[in-house]
């Protein structure tokens, strides 16, 4: 199917041009996706369609995801829940970037829409946009049960860096991913990057419907660039400690955030042969008939 512009535009809730990035926001189903596109230029500027022709590696759908994940564990965003908006009226910004043509932008905005297609499917029966799946344990908790104090929230972006820097580096992908999230409730990336190491004494103050969500969260960021190595699971199971969890509600919380990152993989990728989901639950820790079990889990949601 091609995608244009004016097939999307239903469900652009924000679009915003920033520099020479559209940065876009779209609603589906109540819930909201972030996608950036680059504006270029088009000397051809004979067709007011938009051919979808980029296609983003599983890596950075999964980074999408995740951060779509993030965002709706806090609320709707930790910079403001903008699902809040009342209707679908889209959001543009003024910008003084007027080199660009009304075409190009709405290039970039399909480009952004790219980002996070394959968290949707085009109903040809109703004519809109549906969400792809319905959503699995992990996501029906933190739906459930969304990060809501401050404290809560800061503590969360603390223990994501921490666990960033367990293995003595935070690459440059990382660094993108936290800045985007970061508000004042949380401290800018410098300032929680400062910050000492969370005590035993200032996660026993998380609140207690936060607690395991918090948990289940760092995991499943600290799983996603598949190279889970001694250092991170050390460091998780220093956190379970000073959060008071026994060991199997510890590794419950674990086994919760490998099911996630795997099917985020398989989703994202679009399909995964048994022996590729094998090979990616060894670069997780995860046990492979647990990982065959959530491919045949996803499966049936998917239908």
């Not at 051809?44 to 950075?60: A, C, E, H, I, P």
């Not at 003595?168 to 800018?188: M, N, Y």
């Not at 207690?208 to 969500?213: C, F, K, L, M, Y």
């Not at 995991?219 to 998780?236: G, I, M, N, R």
Request: charged content about 30%.
């Amino acid at each position: 199917m091609e995608i244009t512009y004016d097939l999307i535009k239903p469900i652009i809730l924000e679009e915003t041009a920033e520099n020479s990035t559209m940065v876009c926001k779209f609603q589906v189903e109540g819930e909201v996706f972030e996608g950036k596109g680059n504006i270029r230029i088009d000397s051809k500027d004979t067709s007011s369609k938009v051919k979808n022709m980029v296609r983003r590696t599983v890596m950075s759908r999964m980074r999408s995801s995740l951060m779509r994940m993030v965002r709706g564990a806090v609320g709707g965003g930790m910079a403001g829940n903008i699902a809040s908006m009342a209707g679908n009226e889209v959001v543009r910004a003024n910008t003084s970037h007027n080199s660009f043509s009304a075409a190009e932008k709405k290039a970039a905005v399909v480009k952004a829409f790219e980002r996070v297609a394959f968290n949707f499917y085009y109903d040809e029966d109703s004519r809109s946009w549906k969400i792809a799946r319905r959503l699995s344990e992990f996501e029906k908790r933190l739906k459930a049960t969304p990060l809501s104090t401050a404290y809560d929230k800061k503590t969360l972006a603390r223990m994501l860096i921490e666990m960033a820097k367990a293995d003595g580096q935070i690459a440059a992908e990382e660094k993108e991913f936290f800045q985007s999230f970061l508000d004042d409730d949380t401290g800018s990336f410098a300032q929680v990057m400062r910050e000492a190491p969370l005590s035993r004494v200032e996660l026993e103050e998380v609140s207690a419907e936060g607690r395991e969500n918090i948990f289940m969260i760092t995991v499943a960021v600290a799983l996603s660039d598949k190279d889970f190595d001694q250092s991170e699971k050390d460091k998780l199971y220093e956190y379970a400690e000073m959060m008071s969890f026994e060991e199997k509600k510890r590794d419950d919380l674990i086994k919760l955030g490998q099911e996630y990152t795997i099917e985020n993989a398989i989703h994202a990728s679009g399909n995964m042969s048994r022996e590729e989901v094998y090979q990616f639950a060894d670069q997780i820790g995860m046990d492979r008939s647990e990982a065959e079990r959530a491919q045949i889990r996803l499966s049936k949601r998917l239908g």
